[in-house]
């Protein structure tokens, strides 16, 4: 075996184990609850541009996968972004990502679970989770968020938020849900 062929075998084989795993965690977070399923991303530009975050703010994406979402506030509106994940390999990606677009200036990936987390010092709280678990965080989100922290949910509304729902952004058949801590 020449080296370009046991390169070619490496890359291979470190492909398919990075594949295995990222199945694996996939796999394991479907069962407890949300895959990795990113937004669409019109929808979700459309529902920012409303909500129009503050220059230094702090974002939050809870269940960020692969970063986007946390990337493209940072840039676009100049906040501190941070994007929580429990599967490792979406939070490398979403570091190396990070660094290829030149946002990691204003970006923090953590792996972590969202209910071990600390949400408390976030001004804006994005989510796209199932309902299972916005029934769970719900209530965290209403105790520990401080004032006026804004809450965006995509396509599930948050039963114990409903009293503090602003808005809801329609696109198409979906609706973003918009809520604000009193
Ligand atoms: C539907 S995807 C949303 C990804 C991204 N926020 C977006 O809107 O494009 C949900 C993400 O939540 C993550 N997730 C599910 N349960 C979690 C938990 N308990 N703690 C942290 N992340 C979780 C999954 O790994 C997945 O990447």
């Known amino acids: 075996m020449n080296i370009l062929n046991l390169i070619t075998a490496i890359v291979v084989l470190s492909v398919i184990i990075i594949l ?30 409303d909500v129009n ?15 986007y979402i946390v990337r493209h506030v940072a840039k676009r ?13 979406l939070i490398g990606f979403a570091k190396v990502l990070s660094f290829l ?15 071990r987390s600390n949400f408390s010092h976030a001004d804006y709280v994005f989510l796209y989770l199932m309902p299972s678990l916005l029934e769970k965080l719900g209530p965290r989100l209403a105790h520990e968020c401080k004032p006026g922290t804004i809450i965006i949910s995509n396509t599930f509304p948050i039963r114990r938020l409903r009293p503090y729902l602003t808005k ?9 849900f918009v809520y604000r801590i009193p």
């Open 20 to 49: 295995i795993v990222f199945a694996f965690f996939n796999l394991a977070v479907s069962l407890a609850g949300t895959p990795y399923v990113p937004s669409k991303r019109k929808m979700i530009f459309r529902a920012l541009k």
């Open 53 to 67: 975050p503050e220059p230094n703010s702090v974002f939050m994406d809870l269940g960020c996968g692969d970063g």
């Open 77 to 89: 509106f100049k906040v501190n972004s941070i994007g929580i994940d429990i599967n490792p390999l």
């Open 101 to 115: 677009t030149g946002t990691s200036r204003r970006t923090r990936f953590i792996c972590n679970d969202i209910f």
């Open 168 to 176: 809801t952004i329609p696109y198409k058949k979906l609706d973003v």
